[in-house]
């Protein structure tokens, strides 16, 4: 995607982009000064604002589309524990065919209506949205949703306007929350906030400060700052983390600061380091004003941040049960493998009960009913062995039984050596499945890597009733460059598919050397391949690793499936190799 910004923007707009791809790890939330900022702006913009449109893109994530302003705007609220929001936003997203039961009711009650006011609700990160609406006998109504942004804990709740819960995204039953039950039909109450809030008089409970660390004694008494927020609001005042009890001068100092920088209306949005802020935070930008960037608005701000990594978290999450099922299946097949080398080491010894056997045998006059051990001399070492006997069995049946044990182990190596041959051929293959999974794009299909999963029983085949429609296979990666098109496999069925259907003998054909990776085919229709056009596909062949690697790559016609193998497993011969560096090119990549 494109992020669009203005001219007060600073450069290194990349930048945007990777901080915004590292939310996800990073667990960022908003304070209630940057929020409270955030529902002044959005009330200043989209108050009177008509709902044309609502969709429900995401389980989390509702999206109204307005006419404010003389255009037309998309506020998008999420509740999605990673990167919970409510800004006004320029990304689209397609809708479910189906809208879920949330979206339709907010179809039927905010349909037409009109945003009243946007603003903070409690004094707490809860944003609230009063709509104006008719009823089905164009009565007027009042309704209100409270976006709860408080990380994991983040919500939607829509009430009507006495706060009677209409609907919710998350449910939460008293069993599961007590002192925040969030249920159809019962009064939304938001969390009870222990601490003074800052939006409140905090005279009283700075004057009960009696010295020590400022900047704790502040953030576990006035609910709304983050630490970022009071480093900043005692950088501005003057003050040390650690001073003695606040002298007059000190008190009015910070009071004057206090109120100046809550009270602040002229708001400078901007984002540093993976954060978004309502004005610059000078204590932060002190050491390296570069990691500044500057936004027109707080939604412009929040756009840039999340956006840009939604894809990655909404990607994360979708293929979670793909890895983890992946995963356990890797771990079956590395136990197996354990234990075929375990039977194996069992067999090294077989030779000996071969060896007893014949010993047995050729000394049974020596034995005796009841012996337990025969002394004798192993002529092949030269040396004198005891050999076990069982005194319940005749001499014959001792030999008889050591041969048996020796013909047993010998049928046991056969069958576990090709067994773990088969086993390490499947462990490679699974891997291959992961890699997929962990290279899988947002708008890429799963339903190809689940029939690889539950051919080889990782998961359960869904049951389902009557006929079922079997969706089209996805197209694999096109690429047009110089005229030859590059194709790119998407997993292991497309691939083995790719190389053998669509691929012709002539073509060339291309893989990571002694890895897991794609197969890429040019397709040459006779022609001889420009060297600038083979370095090319070496790199998209290459795009999925970390570093430069060797990639191989020969005519299609010497590659076969590899005997018993895998689909996507195959050995290739008379190839040439070549250094290629990661890169996908999307330059070259045809669209859909």
């Known amino acids: ?287 390296d004003m570069s990691n500044v960037i500057r936004f027109d608005s707080m939604s412009e701000a929040y756009d840039a941040l999340y956006t840009a990594g939604d894809r990655e978290i909404r990607n994360r999450a979708r293929l979670k049960t793909l890895s983890t099922q992946a995963k356990r299946l890797r771990a079956k097949v590395e136990k197996n493998i354990a234990i075929d080398l375990e039977r194996l080491h069992e067999c090294e010894n077989m030779d000996k009960y071969r060896l007893y056997g014949e010993l047995v045998v050729n000394n049974i006059y020596k034995i005796k009913q009841g012996d337990e051990v025969l002394h004798c001399l192993d002529y092949y070492s030269s040396q004198e062995v005891d050999i076990p006997l069982d005194a319940r069995l005749i001499p014959s049946k001792n030999s008889a039984a050591y041969y048996a044990k020796y013909n047993k182990l010998k049928r046991t190596k056969e069958f576990t050596q090709k067994k773990l041959v088969a086993d390490r051929e499947l462990l490679s293959y699974v891997q291959s499945i992961e890699e997929e999974i962990s290279a899988l794009p947002y708008d890429a299909g799963t339903q190809s890597i689940e029939e690889e999963l539950a051919s080889l029983g990782g998961i359960k085949r869904k049951a389902s009733k009557g006929k079922v429609r079997k969706e089209a296979a996805e197209p694999p990666y096109i690429y047009r460059v110089d005229g030859f098109d590059i194709y790119k496999g998407k997993n292991n069925l497309q691939n083995d598919e790719l190389t053998f259907k669509i691929a012709s003998s002539n073509d060339v054909w291309l893989h990571i050397k002694n890895g897991h990776g794609a197969h890429t085919v040019i397709i040459t229709e006779g022609r001889s391949v420009p060297d600038n056009v083979l370095k090319i596909a070496g790199e998209i062949a290459a795009s999925n690793m970390q570093a430069s690697c060797d990639v191989d790559y020969t005519e299609r016609r010497n590659v076969k499936r590899k005997p018993m193998g895998h689909p996507g497993q195959v050995i290739y011969v008379n190839f040439r190799t070549m250094l290629s560096t990661p890169d996908a090119h999307e330059e070259f990549l045809m669209k859909k």
């Open 1 to 287: 995607m494109q992020l669009k910004f203005n001219n007060k923007i600073c450069g290194a707009h990349l930048g945007v982009v990777n901080i915004a791809k590292r939310c996800y790890h990073m667990r960022m939330g908003s304070d209630l000064y940057a929020l409270s900022a955030l529902a002044k702006e959005l009330n200043l913009q989209l108050k009177g604002a008509r709902i044309d449109k609502i969709q429900q893109p995401e389980a989390d994530e509702l999206r109204f589309f307005v006419r404010a302003q003389g255009k037309n705007q998309c506020l998008v609220i999420s509740c999605n524990a990673a990167a919970p929001r409510i800004h006004l936003t320029s990304s689209r997203k397609p809708s479910p065919q189906a809208a879920p039961n949330l979206c339709m009711l907010l179809r039927k009650y905010l349909s037409n209506a009109s945003i009243d006011e946007i603003g903070v609700f409690n004094a707490d990160r809860i944003i609230y949205l009063r709509f104006n609406a008719r009823t089905e006998m164009r009565d007027e109504a009042t309704y209100f949703m409270f976006v709860e942004i408080m990380n994991r804990y983040s919500n939607i709740v829509f009430t009507d306007a006495q706060h009677v819960i209409l609907d919710a995204v998350k449910h939460l039953p008293l069993e599961e929350a007590r002192e925040h039950v969030v249920m159809r039909g019962i009064h939304y109450s938001p969390v009870n906030q222990p601490k003074t809030s800052y939006l409140n008089d905090c005279n009283g409970i700075l004057s009960a400060y009696s010295g020590g660390d400022l900047h704790k004694y502040i953030l576990a008494n006035i609910s709304g700052f983050s630490g970022a927020t009071v480093t900043e609001l005692l950088f501005r005042a003057g003050l040390s983390n650690q001073c003695e009890r606040l002298s007059e001068a000190q008190s009015v100092k910070f009071k004057e600061t206090f109120a100046a920088f809550t009270n602040c209306e002229d708001f400078a949005p901007c984002m540093i380091g993976g954060e978004v802020y309502p004005t610059l935070y000078r204590s932060l930008a002190l050491a």
